[in-house]
């Protein structure tokens, strides 16, 4: 809504903050360690990511008593894109939430992105970038008062129904048609 837009234009520079994750497209790490605290009891303060076919294909796993309980993945750039949605009409996908980047090498290498004269990403920029990403301080969403306000003054509260319906989803398996059966992944 308006009313909201207008509080968020009252956020200061020094009210910048972030999510964890080194860069700007890290919410896998976030929701990890939040995972791991609300459904095992694990505050895990480093993560490990671990390339799997490619660099632009990571899985992050999170182990108690020998079993591995919580199985990520960040998958970026499209060939990798094709591979997940290809596993899970399958059946075979074994992650519980996947972070999926169309850009090879996520957001901060997005083609909106500053290039050198021949076209390629620049490299140093792109360090430059990070390095200015991880420079802000990091705050965890249940923490800021801006989304505490948010789920006050807009959601009607954090267990409301306005949140059930705003922010929750359901999924089901729907019926393939000819339309969708035509999509070559």
Not at 40 to 68: C, H, P, R, S, W
Not at 89 to 103: I, T
Not at 117 to 135: C, F, H, R, S
Not at 149 to 167: A, F, I, N
Request: contains cysteine; glycine residues 8%.
């Amino acid at each position: 809504s308006f009313c909201c837009f207008l509080r968020f234009a009252e956020i200061k520079e020094g009210d910048v903050v972030r999510h964890d994750g080194k860069r700007s497209d890290g919410y896998l790490e976030h929701i990890f360690k939040h995972a791991a605290k609300e459904l095992f009891g694990m505050d895990v303060k480093e993560i490990t990511y671990k390339a799997l076919k490619n660099k632009d294909f990571q899985e992050v796993t999170l182990e108690k008593d020998g079993e591995t309980v919580l199985r990520f993945a960040a998958a970026y750039g499209f060939r990798n894109i094709q591979n997940i949605v290809l596993k899970l009409k399958k059946g075979k996908f074994l992650y519980h939430f996947v972070e999926v980047l169309a850009c090879p090498g996520g957001c901060l290498n997005g083609k909106g992105q500053a290039q050198t004269e021949d076209g390629k990403p620049d490299k140093a920029l792109l360090n430059q970038m990070e390095e200015v990403y991880t420079a802000i301080p990091v705050r965890l969403p249940e923490s800021n008062v801006h989304v505490q306000k948010m789920y006050q003054d807009w959601l009607e509260g954090m267990d409301s129904k306005k949140v059930q319906e705003t922010l929750h989803t359901k999924y089901s398996a729907g019926n393939q048609t000819a339309s969708n059966l035509d999509i070559k992944w």
